[in-house]
């Protein structure tokens, strides 16, 4: 049989995984995966994959984990790592923010300095990702859901995953991933991350910032106070 390569980006919740998967090989069960990696966001590793065609959901886990472990073991041996204070759960949750919110090597290292400025004061981060992982199935998922699995394949695959234009309700949306209602990180990873993303935390850039925005370019301006940042916000996005 040939084999199906798949490309799992970074940046991608476990469901993203799964809608993928389930369309590119016909043993893969949806449903079953997201049982299966309950508590595992974060945890399997975006890469390139090769799979037989009948290859079911424990295989798809099993080659992300593995490679997951392997990638992390290498970063386990840095001295960086050896050195931090942070716990994995840390390290792997700020790496998947830096993932959705800072494109490029040395903005990581920057802005993951200004998360840890914020937790060392136990701040809000107010950063969307959070925000849009908290409530991406808010509509979808109610109290008296009855399948096992919510959102079911079908479903799914019509969700905006990050959305763009949260709502004031959003915002206000009470969830442990409401960044701007909520101190501190939030519980646990929102998205797959590679190691670079993994090595900008541990190697962050010390500074006093406090903030920071990007413009319209794709630009970042940092600053180290409220004012400072609302003057960024009057010049580079009204």
């Known amino acids: ?37 309950k508590g595992m966001e974060g945890m399997l590793f975006p890469d390139t994959y090769f799979f037989y065609p ?45 993932e959705k919110e800072a494109p490029r090597g040395e903005q990581r290292r920057y802005i993951a300095g200004i998360i840890l400025n914020r937790l060392d004061n136990n701040d809000r981060l107010g950063i969307d990702a959070s925000n849009q992982y908290g409530v991406a199935l808010r509509d979808v998922c109610p109290n008296n859901y009855t399948k096992k699995v919510c959102p079911d394949l079908e479903t799914a695959k019509t969700i905006v995953w990050w959305r763009s234009d949260l709502t004031k309700s959003d915002l206000e949306y009470k969830t442990p991933f409401n960044s701007r209602t909520e ?36 630009g970042i301006h940092y600053a180290a106070t409220a004012l400072e940042h609302s003057a960024n916000v009057s010049a580079y996005i009204q």
């Open 1 to 37: 049989f040939p084999s199906h390569d798949i490309f799992f980006w970074e940046g991608k919740r476990l469901e993203e995984f799964g809608i993928l998967a389930a369309s590119k090989l016909s043993g893969f069960n949806y449903e079953k995966f997201i049982e299966k990696t």
């Open 54 to 98: 009948s290859a079911n959901e424990d295989d798809v886990i099993k080659a992300m984990t593995d490679n997951f472990e392997q990638k992390m073991a290498k970063i386990r041996k840095t001295e960086a790592y050896q050195k931090t204070k942070l716990t994995d759960n840390q390290i792997f949750t700020i790496a998947s923010l830096l």
């Open 183 to 218: 101190r501190g990180l939030p519980p646990h990873p929102i998205a797959s991350f590679r190691e670079d993303a993994v090595m900008a935390v541990l190697t962050y850039i010390p500074s006093n910032y406090y903030y920071y925005l990007h413009d319209r370019n794709g």
